[in-house]
């Protein structure tokens, strides 16, 4: 079950090519072997692997929804599959269910990653690295590689970024598993997929292998492959400051709470003004609609450099907060009109930057 909704969520739409709707179940020898769950939509494809006893060899492709709400609706732990005049018949416990069958003939290959050299990694350790940047890429392909996840491997560490140039998100994870260098351009919505799948996989370490038109990500019983761009990441390293002229330590549950009273009373624009006196030992944020009215909040923070009014975008400087891992967080400020980097106290493996808003 668990492997047939996993695969539905890589089914495609297209009117044109309706057997990409369709997962594909494939057996090969006769004994204790397996059926092979496949399902492509075009840009990426998975392959599970399902034990079980084959009596026959054959493949079939079924509707994946038809396919998936069948095996929701039985509540027998074994279920049989078999093919009877094209179509896929599945009984379990006294119920049968004939699903029709579409021509599986143009189902397309999954990629062949046959005699590529892979590289083997800690299946968290890439999981947490998608899921600290994801949210900072840009939801549109327009320009390619703000619309991915940027993926650097070298040995020792794995990099992940990505902007959508109001805002960038990189994380570095120490590990052991990379022993060569990689460098690829993961699609938004293929590098959620993965991290979806990762999450639902139990395997410790995975197995990575790239082209230069494909990725593909191996872990026991499952393989996952989509496509990459083509394209260069920019040269971020450049656009971060080296150097502070305020900075505040606070809490970062006093600033995501000072963040989401300041939503209330932002209006659509979602602006919030932040306002660093140091001297006065001051660091408050305001935030001001006509329909709704204005506040004023002012927290704890050690407050060091000079007095500064910024304003920010609400959501690009609460969407990092539930990353870090430390309770304190290091806002530091370049001046007014240049970026903010926010880091926690006591991580150093994440870099988080914000672009102000020009009034």
């Known amino acids: 079950m668990n492997a047939a909704l996993m695969a539905e969520r890589i089914t495609g739409k297209k009117e044109s090519l309706p057997v990409l709707s369709c997962l594909l179940l494939q057996v090969g ?17 998975i392959e599970i692997a399902v034990p079980c006893d084959v009596e026959d060899k054959g493949v079939v492709a079924v509707p994946a929804s038809v396919f998936s709400q ?15 005049e094209g179509n896929l018949v599945v009984e379990s416990r006294g119920t049968k269910t004939t699903i029709k069958a579409i021509p599986h003939e143009e189902f397309p290959a999954l990629g062949d990653t046959a ?14 690295g998608i899921q600290s940047v994801s949210y900072a890429a840009s939801p549109s392909m327009i320009r390619p590689e703000l619309g991915s996840v940027y993926l650097l491997i070298k040995p020792g560490s794995i990099t992940t970024v990505a902007t959508d140039s109001f805002r960038l998100a990189e994380k570095s994870t120490p590990t052991t598993g990379a022993k060569q260098s990689s460098e690829l351009l993961i ?39 989509s ?16 150097s502070f002229t305020t900075e505040a330590t606070i809490l970062k549950n006093d600033f995501a709470e000072m963040l989401r009273k300041a939503r209330v009373f932002s209006g659509n624009e979602q602006n919030v003004g932040l306002h660093m006196y140091p001297k006065r030992k001051v660091f408050s944020a305001t935030a001001r609609s006509a329909e709704v009215g204005e506040m004023s909040d002012t927290i704890d ?25 430390s309770d304190s967080i290091i806002l530091g400020f370049a001046g007014a009109g240049k970026p903010l980097v926010i880091r926690g106290v006591s991580d150093a493996s994440f870099t988080y930057l914000v672009m102000p808003l020009n009034r």
Not at 192 to 202: A, F, G, N, P, T
Not at 234 to 241: E, G, L, Q, S
């Open 115 to 128: 005699g590529k050299k892979g590289m083997h990694i800690p299946r968290e350790e890439l999981m947490r």
């Open 29 to 45: 020898g006769v004994g204790r072997g397996e059926v092979a769950l496949k399902a492509t939509n075009l840009e990426a494809g």
């Open 187 to 225: 699609p938004l919505k293929h590098a959620l997929e993965l991290m979806h799948i990762l999450e639902r996989i139990q395997e410790d370490v995975v197995e990575l292998s790239a082209d230069d038109s494909q990725l593909s990500v191996s872990a026991g019983a499952v393989q996952y492959v």
């Open 301 to 325: 923070a050690a407050l060091s450099g000079e007095d500064l009014d910024i304003n920010f975008h609400i959501g690009y400087l609460a969407d990092c907060l539930p990353i870090i891992e």
């Open 227 to 242: 496509r990459v761009v083509d394209g260069t990441f920019p040269n971020y390293k450049d656009i971060i400051p080296k």
């Open 70 to 84: 069948t095996l929701r609706s039985i509540s027998g732990e074994k279920l049989s599959l078999k093919i009877e």
